[in-house]
């Protein structure tokens, strides 16, 4: 994986039977995107989960019996 200067780090943490995405806030223009498939560059997606912002980071809880999944932020 590469990430872009400047681009926010996305950490990603278990925590039981989900993980928690979380990433520096503000980040401005910086969007969450999801992924079946890392090979196939149209099937990035915006999730359907609720984003956190406590005005320090950003974070969203996925569970994992969602399956295999890719994620990025993403800037236009």
Same mark, same amino acid.
């Given at each position: +994986?590469? &990430? /872009?200067?400047g +681009? /926010?780090?996305?950490?990603?943490?278990?925590?039981? %039977?989900s !993980? =928690?995405?979380s990433? /520096?806030?503000? $980040?401005?223009? @910086?969007?969450? &995107? &999801?992924?079946?498939? *890392?090979?196939? +560059?149209?099937g990035?997606? #915006?999730p359907? *989960? $609720? !984003?956190?912002?406590d005005?320090?980071?950003? #974070?969203t809880?996925?569970p =994992? $019996? !969602?399956? %295999?999944?890719f @994620?990025r932020? @993403?800037?236009?």
């Amino acid at each position: +994986a590469t &990430q /872009p200067l400047g +681009a /926010p780090s996305l950490r990603i943490t278990r925590s039981g %039977n989900s !993980i =928690v995405l979380s990433w /520096p806030s503000p $980040s401005t223009g @910086f969007s969450l &995107q &999801q992924n079946g498939n *890392v090979n196939n +560059a149209l099937g990035w997606s #915006s999730p359907l *989960v $609720s !984003i956190s912002d406590d005005g320090i980071t950003r #974070s969203t809880t996925i569970p =994992v $019996s !969602i399956g %295999n999944l890719f @994620f990025r932020l @993403f800037n236009p």
